[in-house]
């Protein structure tokens, strides 16, 4: 059985302090709890801070472009549906240039878990408005204030579809663990977002900030709109699972034969090729 030493990849160069730190021991912790091994999981990050997470953490790990975790991360699980798939960025990442490969991963409902970091700034770039960043809120980008309003992402999860949508708190890791290891046993897009401080850029949104004011739902609302209604009264800043539905996931809908996808000698031949376009007629 791995262990957490298992899972420790190269060494984090985050700032100290840094949120993104209690996120991947989380995650880590979640993948030792729930019984997995390194050679079970991939880890695939876009670019950010955040996304250095897959490099910093055993497994199989793909470092894609800005915005493009999400839609490798399903290539992964069309192709090797038995991978335990997690897709983890940030929020400008995730909710700026890759927002509309996470609408879409929603609505599929395909079995991957999506942890956003969300620190409403970006980090990596040293300290731009983001969009999850506070209406008035002012960085160098934004010197009168931010005069745009954050994307809402579980109100937008929970309205196109999701079957799991919660949001966590990175100074809170034993809440935020239990929320992981629920994440990873659904079966359908999982989505967590957690607030996981930038100390060195964003000195409004500290650990101090949400300690003071989250607030946790104790247990899944009965219906979307209930759901959308608490995080609304709230402005989002509540910590729990929001929303939760067993729904029939995007491949097993699809009731494909998904082990020939398994080409041992990397040889895609003609033969292959047309049963595959057979499967899809
Ligand atoms: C196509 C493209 N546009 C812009 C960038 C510059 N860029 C790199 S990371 C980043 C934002 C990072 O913010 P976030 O995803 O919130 O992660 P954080 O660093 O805050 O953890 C941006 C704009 C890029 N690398 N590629
Ligand atoms: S700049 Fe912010 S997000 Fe990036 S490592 Fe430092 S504290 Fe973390
Ligand atoms: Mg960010």
Known sequence: MATLKDFRGDT???????GHFSVMAGIQKALVNLGFEPHQVALVGG????????????????????GRGLPVAQGIKMANPDMKVISAGGDGDGYGIGVGHFIHAVRRNIDITYVAMDNNIYGLTKGQTSPRSAHDFVTKTTLKGNKEYPV???????????????????????????ILEKA????????????SPCVTYNKVNTYDYYKERLVTIDAPLATREEAIRVVKEHEGLVQGILFQEEREDFQTQLDIDWNILNVQEGAMDESLLRKLEGMYK
């Open 152 to 178: 809402d992402p579980l109100s937008t999860a929970i309205a196109n579809g999701g079957t799991f949508v919660a949001q966590a708190f990175s100074g809170d890791i034993k809440g935020m663990t239990e």
């Open 47 to 66: 670019i950010g801070c955040s996304s250095k997470i897959s490099e910093y953490t055993r497994a199989y790990n793909f470092h894609t472009i800005h």
């Open 12 to 18: 984090p160069t985050w700032c100290p302090g840094c």
């Open 184 to 195: 990873l046993q659904h079966k359908g897009f999982a989505l967590v977002n957690i607030y």
